[in-house]
Structure formats: structure tokens, C-alpha cells
């Protein structure tokens, strides 16, 4: 069996250097994200907690790390007839506010079923939205067709190698505000935010652990973790809005080799640990961004090994775009 630093050493879609890299072009664009504490959590939880709250990234979410690198990296020649995406939330804004920064169009393929709240902020930041319907195969079919007509440059969210080292500035940051962390808990999708997370950190800190935290409703990289290869779903079945797709072929080696553990919550947890950012933290953080508190907080983290072996953690608030809509319309208000 190969050892992590053997591991290390394989090639993998980013590494330091990228990552690096890519800090020195975002830098002048992105904010640079606080990390809170809270007595009453490390209470609860029994540990030193240290929340990097990306929900204060622009466009609220750490997304933006990673558009705004892969934009910023395209050529005047490239970067001439746009570029073009497909997401329902997250990426998409933030696709839009980097492309809007770099004076050029975004266009935006969205599933009907996209919250609003998403929506609407892809439209402040200018991007122009093309609906399709909600099948991972539509958006594509939907995103290449404005590929071929406008001859705008793909930015897929999460399988792509500017996208993961932008992600992975997350690392170097946390890294350098709390250099005794001794895990990281990254919320998981497609795999980009992890991938860029872990390669990160692990440069830094071999012995450094990342667990991945995903909704039970859509536990594909759980079960591509046992299976030894990418497993897919038929369907998702979670609050958590932005952790609903896949791993992809650059992210899925990564987890493979280098995420320690994928801890599952049901959307029972992810509510309260949310409830919980509002209340005790004072932070308004989405369901796919409250999920690291829910497995810090989860009876399946104290049963591992990782909890025994851990005592200061940093968790990353991925995101903070929630639809206040839909809470207001439950109360009729
Ligand atoms: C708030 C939030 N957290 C986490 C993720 C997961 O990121 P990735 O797809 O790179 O795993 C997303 C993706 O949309 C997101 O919007």
C-alpha cells in the first residue's frame, strides 16, 4: 500500500504551486474570510472549533475563489466571447460577478428548479440566464448548444484544474490563521472545494486530516469511497441544494486517495447545526454550508477514529445564499 506522501507525489489536477498561483491572481479580487470561535460549540462539541466563514466570500459563497481564478486565467483572446456555465446556485453568481469584473458576458444555464435567491444574485452580477430543465443531462446539452452559438469558454464548477487551485486557497489561508488545526471538515459535491482543500493542506501538513461531510440524501462519494470507484445516483434527496451532484474524473482521485473519511448527517442535523450558526455564531450560513457543524456535532463523528485523534478542527461555512423566501412563504408572511 502506497504511503500519503507516495500518494502526494502522484500527479493529481492541482498542487501547491497551482494553488499558490492562483492566491496571487485572486488576491486582488476575492475577500479574505475571517475564522470565528465560539465557546458555547467547542462545548458542545468537545472540541476546538475554528469556522472559516466563505458565507462572507463575495457573493457569498467560496465559489467565487474558483471563478474568478479560471476567468482571470483565460487569455484576452479567450476571454473575448465570454464564458458559460451551468449551475443551480453558488458557481453560477459567481461565474457572473468574476466574468462581470473582467468586462466580458456570462451566460448561464440554470435548472427551473434553482433556488431563487440564487437566481436573483446571478442576475445582479450581470450574468444572463438560460433556463433548462432540471437533468444533469439537459444542463449540459443546454450549455453546450450556447457553447457552440456564442463560442463562450466552458466553466464547469467543480471537474476542472483552475477551478480546484482557486478552491485550495481556502487551505492556505485557514492554514496560515490557525496553524495548530488538526482537521479540516469540508462539505462535498462535486469534489472541487475538497480537492483544492486537501491538496492544500496536505502539502502543508502531511499529517493534517480532511474529512468530507455529505447529506445521507446524496451520498455518492460515501459510496465511491467503498465501491473504489465513481458511483453515481439515480436521484438526490437533501436540503443541502449544493451538494447534489457527482464527483468528477479530476476530483474523484483525490478523495480516493487523500480524503480521510466521508461522515453522513440526514437534513434533521444540517437544520439544527444551521439553527445553531444563526443563534450561536450570529451567521447566516445555507444548509450545504452548515453541514460541517452538523458532522462535528454527529454521534457517527464520535464513534470514529478521527474524533479520538482530534482536538482543534477548522470547519468550512461554505456558503451563505439562503432563500429567506421560501422560510417567509411557510409562514405566510
Ligand atoms: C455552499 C456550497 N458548499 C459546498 C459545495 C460543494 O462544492 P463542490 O461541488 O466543489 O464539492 C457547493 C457546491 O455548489 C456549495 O454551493
Known amino acids: 500500500m502506497e504511503s500519503k506522501a507516495q500518494v502526494q507525489s502522484q500527479n493529481y489536477a492541482a498542487d501547491i504551486e497551482t494553488i499558490k498561483e492562483a492566491q496571487l491572481r485572486i488576491g486582488p479580487y476575492i475577500h479574505k474570510t475571517p475564522v470565528l470561535s465560539s465557546t458555547t460549540l467547542d462545548g458542545l462539541a468537545g472540541k476546538r472549533l475554528y469556522f472559516k466563514c466563505e458565507c462572507f466570500q463575495k457573493g457569498g459563497a467560496f465559489k467565487f475563489r474558483g471563478a474568478s481564478n479560471a476567468i482571470f486565467s483565460l487569455t484576452d483572446e ?11 446556485g453558488n458557481h453560477a453568481a459567481a461565474v457572473s460577478l468574476a466574468a462581470k469584473l473582467r468586462g466580458i458576458p456570462a451566460y448561464i444555464v440554470v435548472p427551473k428548479n434553482a433556488p431563487k435567491c440564487k437566481v436573483e444574485n446571478v442576475k445582479r452580477y450581470g450574468g444572463q440566464v438560460i433556463w433548462s430543465e432540471t437533468t444533469m443531462l439537459s444542463r449540459e446539452s443546454t450549455a453546450s448548444k450556447v457553447q457552440q452559438e456564442t463560442g463562450a469558454v466552458l466553466i464547469h464548477p467543480f471537474n476542472d484544474t483552475r477551478i480546484i487551485s482557486g478552491q485550495g486557497t481556502i487551505s492556505l489561508e485557514l492554514m496560515e490563521q490557525v496553524p495548530e488545526i488538526d482537521t479540516i471538515i469540508v462539505p462535498i459535491s462535486g469534489g472541487g472545494l475538497i480537492s483544492g482543500v486537501t491538496l492544500a493542506a496536505k502539502a502543508i501538513n502531511p499529517a493534517i486530516r480532511v474529512l468530507a461531510a455529505e447529506p445521507r440524501g446524496a451520498d455518492d462519494a460515501a459510496q465511491s469511497k467503498t465501491a473504489g470507484r465513481i458511483i453515481t445516483l439515480p436521484q438526490t434527496n437533501t436540503i443541502a441544494d449544493g451538494l447534489r451532484a457527482s464527483l468528477g474524473d479530476l476530483t474523484w482521485p483525490v ?3 487523500l480524503v480521510d473519511d466521508v461522515i453522513l448527517v440526514d437534513d434533521r442535523q444540517i437544520v439544527e447545526a444551521m439553527r445553531m450558526c444563526y443563534e450561536i455564531l ?13 458532522v462535528v456535532l454527529s454521534d457517527q463523528f464520535r464513534k470514529s477514529d478521527a474524533w479520538k485523534d482530534s482536538s482543534r478542527i477548522g470547519i468550512i461555512l461554505s456558503g451563505g445564499n439562503v432563500d429567506l423566501g421560501v422560510l417567509w412563504e411557510s409562514f405566510g408572511v
Request: aromatic share 0%; proline share 4%.
Open 255 to 257: 478523495v480516493r486517495d
Open 282 to 294: 450570529k451567521v447566516a450560513v445555507e444548509p450545504s454550508g452548515a453541514i460541517g457543524l452538523a
Open 78 to 88: 479567450e476571454a473575448a466571447k465570454g464564458v458559460v456555465t451551468h449551475s443551480s
